[in-house]
């Protein structure tokens, strides 16, 4: 099991940076509590907004909005486990995702490939999966494995099958994945299973976990709210990711923009934790700031290592792991 070292842990030959005081992450929190308690946020599932009202939360059932009060939020933070262990096919590389221990992973959704022999810039193709799978296997600095591309050249209703049938089969690392919807996040722990010898096993080592992210500013859209509460079912680790946009889709100033992913994520955490208390949850980040001249994401920037490293204070702050996207 693959224990990484700490990061900004206080010793000698050891480096910390602080985005955010103690006073700071606490009114960011307060101001996160009321957004969700007072403005709420859009849950497009049914189900998921009976989960939430009959646990408490405010439901306008024809506007879909659900107001949260803070005992639903801090209870969840509360019961959701602060070490989640992402297991490998091989158990050499099994993860343990707490506190600010480092690991890394291949970012995920790429929409183009360049083509090795003809030098083609040109759409996936599955068999495209399969080598990157290998090549992520191979390096020793790729902890574990996030499907870099989707194919293209499969029927793209059942795409994230296919996805999953390439890499969970390709690499011996841990495989995290977004299932599009609860039905096809099923079928892939089915995969899982059958790989792992079995359900029972398969508890013992998940090979997979799940991503899903909220739409900004402040939405829980279907899809989103079938993943979250299908792993928790399932007790399959869940990384709730914001990708909210400084400018965009967010306030453009730091601290209301960090208000908003974190009412996001904590409104899925919340939700996770009422479907299943104890469920592995992941505190994640793709946010960044909008270039306000371009109307584009900017990664690789000032403003983007800022809420970086902001967002995992948060993480810290409510004592979960978290997922941090880099540019």
């Given at each position: ?179 599009v919807n ?10 899982g299973r ?121 993480a810290r ?11």
């Open positions: 099991m693959n224990r990484r070292h700490h990061a900004g842990r206080e010793r000698n030959g050891g480096l910390r940076m602080e985005i955010l005081s103690e006073e700071e992450v606490e009114e960011i929190h307060l101001g996160t509590l009321e957004v969700l308690a007072q403005t709420g946020v859009f849950v497009e599932d049914d189900t998921a907004r009976t989960c939430f009202g009959d646990h408490g939360a405010e439901v306008d059932a024809a506007a879909k909005i659900v107001r949260i009060p803070p005992y639903l939020v801090e209870d969840a933070v509360r019961s959701a486990p602060p070490q989640v262990v992402l297991a490998g096919r091989d158990p050499k590389h099994d993860l343990v995702l707490e506190s600010n221990r480092v690991h890394f992973t291949n970012f995920s959704e790429g929409v183009k490939i360049n083509d090795l022999a003809t030098g083609e810039n040109r759409d996936p193709v599955k068999q495209d999966l399969v080598d990157s799978a290998r090549v992520i296997d191979y390096l020793p600095e790729v902890d574990f494995c996030e499907k870099a591309m989707g194919a293209h050249d499969v029927d793209q209703a059942a795409v994230a099958l296919h996805n999953a049938e390439a890499y969970l089969t390709n690499t011996t690392k841990h495989c995290a994945f977004g299932p609860g039905f096809l996040l099923g079928k892939i722990l089915e995969m059958l790989i792992a010898g079995g359900i029972e096993a398969f508890k013992r080592r998940p090979l997979v976990s799940f991503t899903t992210c909220p739409v900004s500013p402040l939405q829980l859209i279907q899809d989103c709210c079938e993943i979250i509460m299908a792993a928790a079912r399932n007790n399959v680790v869940c990384n709730i990711l914001s990708m909210a946009m400084a400018g965009g889709t967010a306030p453009v100033t730091l601290a209301g923009t960090l208000v908003t992913h974190n009412a996001e994520i904590l409104s899925g955490i919340t939700l996770s934790q009422l479907t299943r208390k104890g469920a592995p949850v992941i505190y994640g980040s793709s946010t960044t700031a909008m270039d306000l001249k371009m109307a584009a994401a900017t990664v690789g920037t000032p403003e983007c290592a800022l809420i970086s490293g902001a967002v995992a204070r948060l702050y409510y004592a979960l792991p978290s997922y941090v996207a880099g540019g």
